[in-house]
């Protein structure tokens, strides 16, 4: 006869730490122990998963419930209900009491019940900071892994296309997706460029496209990405196709003229000649590169004649000015900005002053009128 062992878990939500040790922890022990669990309820993918290697109930209060060992999982909301019965209590500890403590959520987060018999902590960490919050020293069993699966390759599309223009690919992205759906192979796909007109990102039929503004720092996204994808019409030679070349990756593209003078099918990537028949299977080939031998400085250089080669300073890259409309102190520049100053910052920082209304664009004609009107103040 195996022991039987009751895990109460008040509500299981549907992330965290601690309903990802009851999952690991049931899919170990299932063959070794006689487990229930007990909860009043919880996120339904939670309670599936769980329902497929042990026992799950959902608590009578009129009902009792006898085992050799009952764990207290769940520390928060109530104490271990009355009718959960056994001579042996232990309540497993997830958290940074000390931090808790400090932060004042402790009383949100820890209930302490009167009837455990042993406590248990999931690391050396939580034990030592349980110790300097109670004084009591308990053992701790670091958190136990569900065994090792399979796993599938998630492909990472990128597109850095103008896929607003009618011309540059966007239901081609569709096509592409849905071969990749009816497949079942797990993918993603970033996008850097406004959508079509009336689209919105909620009308995209697939979760796996995520559409973000237009930017000019995207290498390492095209570094990072299994494919670089450029479905078009018209293209003369694209630069989203070299520069994907110039990082080692692979590219996915139409069957016109600019793209395959740089991509040679199945070599350094794919060339898509009509969606309907292309075997969206050789994908999960991604082809290894060799180093891309781009136009060369020298060879315009030829070309113009005449070069006189002098070292010219770098201009500081993405600076802006701005002209303050109020007094704000800026914290990364750690001074103080009167209204009708004017100084350079980055992109992303004139963006976080501008829509916080501190400070406009600088233009001349601006700076000038406002600069008057502060002298005459």
Not at 168 to 175: A, C, H, V
Not at 218 to 245: C, H, M, N, R, W
Request: net charge neutral; proline share 3%.
């Amino acid at each position: 006869m195996q022991k039987k062992i009751i895990v109460w878990h008040n509500w299981l939500c549907d992330i965290g730490g601690v309903e990802t040790f009851l999952y690991n922890w049931c899919v170990n022990l299932r063959d070794y122990y006689d487990i229930l669990v007990l909860c009043t309820g919880g996120d339904y993918k939670q309670i599936a998963r769980l329902k497929q290697y042990v026992k799950l109930e959902i608590l009578e209060k009129d009902k009792e419930y006898n085992a050799d060992i009952v764990i207290r999982n769940s520390v928060w909301s109530s104490k271990l209900p009355e009718n959960i019965k056994a001579p042996r209590i232990i309540e497993m500890k997830h958290a940074n009491y000390i931090y808790l403590r400090d932060s004042g959520r402790l009383k949100d987060q820890y209930i302490e019940d009167d009837r455990v018999t042993e406590h248990l902590a999931c690391g050396e960490f939580v034990a030592k900071m349980y110790k300097e919050y109670s004084g009591k020293k308990i053992p701790y069993i670091k958190n136990i892994l569900a065994p090792k699966k399979k796993v599938e390759k998630i492909y990472r599309f990128l597109s850095t296309s103008r896929v607003y223009d009618k011309d540059k690919g966007w239901n081609e992205i569709l096509q592409f997706c849905q071969k990749m759906k009816e497949a079942k192979i797990k993918f993603e796909f970033i996008i850097f460029s406004k959508l079509p007109e009336m689209i919105e990102q909620k009308d995209i039929p697939f979760k796996e496209i995520h559409v973000y503004e237009p930017r000019l720092d995207v290498l390492d996204y095209v570094a990072d990405a299994d494919y670089v994808v450029l479905f078009t019409k018209s293209e003369g030679l694209p630069y989203s196709i070299q520069e994907a070349l110039q990082y080692n990756t692979p590219c996915i593209v139409s069957d016109v003229g600019g793209c395959t003078e740089l991509i040679e099918d199945g070599i350094n990537g794919y060339v898509v000649k009509d969606m309907d028949s292309f075997d969206i299977e050789k994908i999960k080939k991604i082809p290894k590169l060799k180093q891309y031998k781009g136009t060369t400085a020298e060879e315009w250089c030829e070309y113009l004649g005449n070069p006189e080669y002098i070292k010219k300073p770098l201009y500081e890259y993405g600076k802006v000015k701005i002209i303050a409309i109020d007094d704000y102190f800026d914290t990364q520049a750690n001074m103080q900005i009167h209204r009708g100053d004017v100084y350079e910052v980055t992109e992303d920082r004139a963006e976080q002053i501008i829509k916080g209304d501190y400070a406009k664009i600088f233009m001349e004609w601006y700076g000038y009128y406002t600069r008057r009107k502060t002298k005459a103040k």
